[in-house]
């Protein structure tokens, strides 16, 4: 497909510079304590318009709706450790999450310490990463004894299996912490029913733990959403957004637990990956079906996609992505997209009502609880893997000029 590319260049420039400008007013603006508001899907030029006189929290207009977000800049690294100067993070499981925000908090000097299974992998993980058996590495129940803040990261399945010797550990004073609404939301059927006496917060990354620790590492910060269970000090809504700096979020939005777990599987299964997959696998199929070579079907189909389409969508919107292609393929897109979009509406309402009615928990629950899920997961994937489409985009990978 043909680029327009001085037209995009052109609109690329015109938006930096915008994108300039509205940085050097949050800049002005973020040195004074106020109330900033930011707009965005509206117009492009009414960037920030500074309200009333608060400490740094932002409200940004989301095309007409109005919602605050919370930022690392709100907490300033020596707040951040004054506020939880007398606390200990117990980050129970060492798994993607548990190694991303566990060695996040532990660089920014927070005092953490690994809850994991004695031996497990994730015990032999975390001793190389430095944790030390007996100084901050123990087993899970006695890193729970001595935390104030128990932040729950076991897998959504163990946290069911082991919640009955974990409840016993939460006593009044401390804080329970989750990375997904999952367990407390579909409590009928994990029965992790949270304590009423305590706090029970939740920051879920948008992202996964290898991520969280990259743009961590690169000085940037990950998305994440946070949300209150149970506020029985008045503080949760605080303690939270403070732990979601802690564990190196960039920007924090609030939510709900039943918000978050709904949007999180329903997403995963959509356009994340799930509904991606299957779109990918159609397309590439017709093409094959018409006699067109692996390599033209893997092109037409996930290559340009990935490498040259879809990132224009990430930095600077779908309108920049069509305005950025030829007059042919803007006419055939915008004809088709109506089309794809009713054909699939009824797919995600199927979806939406399964994630609520916990219908994908259960699935989940019971897949993920046996004691072989590992082979079984590794069985499917490797299905995936001697598909000939993706055995095709390895070979397509290797003629990238980066690879040659
Ligand atoms: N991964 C993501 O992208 C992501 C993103 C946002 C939120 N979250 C949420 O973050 C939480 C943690 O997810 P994760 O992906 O980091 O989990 P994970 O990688 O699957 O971690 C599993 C951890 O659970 C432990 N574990 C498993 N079964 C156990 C059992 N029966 N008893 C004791 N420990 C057991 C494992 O220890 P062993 O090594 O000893 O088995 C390991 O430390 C979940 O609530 C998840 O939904 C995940």
């Known amino acids: 497909m043909a680029f327009r590319t ?4 052109m609109i690329c420039n015109s938006r930096v510079i915008a994108s300039k400008r509205a940085m050097s007013l949050l800049t002005k603006a973020s040195t004074a304590p106020m109330l900033r508001t930011n707009t965005f899907g509206a117009s492009a030029t009414a960037a920030f318009k500074p309200l009333v006189a608060s400490r740094g929290i932002k409200q940004i207009n989301f095309g007409g ?15 951040l450790l004054e506020y939880f100067k007398n606390d200990t993070m117990a980050l129970i499981g060492y798994g993607s999450q548990g190694y991303g925000q566990g060695l996040n908090m532990r660089d920014n000097g927070i005092n953490v310490i690994i809850g994991v299974r004695k031996n497990g992998a994730s015990w032999k993980a975390a001793i190389e990463d430095g944790w030390v058996p007996g100084e901050n590495l123990f087993d899970v129940k006695e890193a729970i004894e001595k935390g104030t803040i128990v932040m729950n990261l076991l897998s959504d399945a163990a946290q069911s299996e082991t919640w009955n010797s974990i409840k016993p550990l939460l006593t009044k004073g401390k804080t329970l912490y989750f990375s997904h609404g999952f367990s407390p939301v579909f409590k009928d059927l994990t029965h992790v029913e949270p304590p009423k006496d305590i706090d029970v917060i939740l920051v879920a990354p948008k992202g996964s733990g290898r991520t969280v620790r990259s743009l961590f590492k690169e000085g940037r910060g990950i998305n994440s959403s946070y949300a209150v269970w149970n506020d029985v000090t008045g503080k949760a809504h605080e303690k939270a957004q403070a732990l979601a700096v802690a564990v190196g979020s960039g920007y924090i939005y609030e939510t709900t637990f039943e918000k978050e777990v709904n949007s999180d599987l329903y997403g995963e299964r959509g356009c994340l990956m799930g509904g991606i997959h299957g779109m990918f696998l159609a397309q590439y199929e017709v093409l094959r079906e018409n006699g067109h070579s692996p390599s033209e079907a893997f092109n037409e189909t996930v290559e340009e996609a990935t490498q040259s389409l879809y990132p224009l969508i990430g930095k600077y919107g779908m309108d920049y992505m069509y305005d950025a292609c030829s007059t042919t393929a803007r006419r055939g897109a915008l004809d088709w997209y109506p089309v794809f979009k009713d054909a699939l509406k009824p797919v995600f309402e199927d979806l939406y009502e399964s994630t609520k009615n916990g219908t994908e928990t259960k699935r989940s629950l019971e897949f993920n609880s046996q004691p072989d899920y590992r082979e079984k997961l590794e069985a499917e994937l490797q299905i995936i893997r001697n598909m000939e489409i993706w055995r095709v985009g390895k070979e397509v990978r290797k003629l990238r000029p980066e690879n040659n």
């Open 6 to 9: 001085n037209a995009a260049r």
């Open 65 to 79: 709706s109005v919602e605050t977000v919370y930022e690392r800049a709100d907490w300033p690294r020596e707040k």
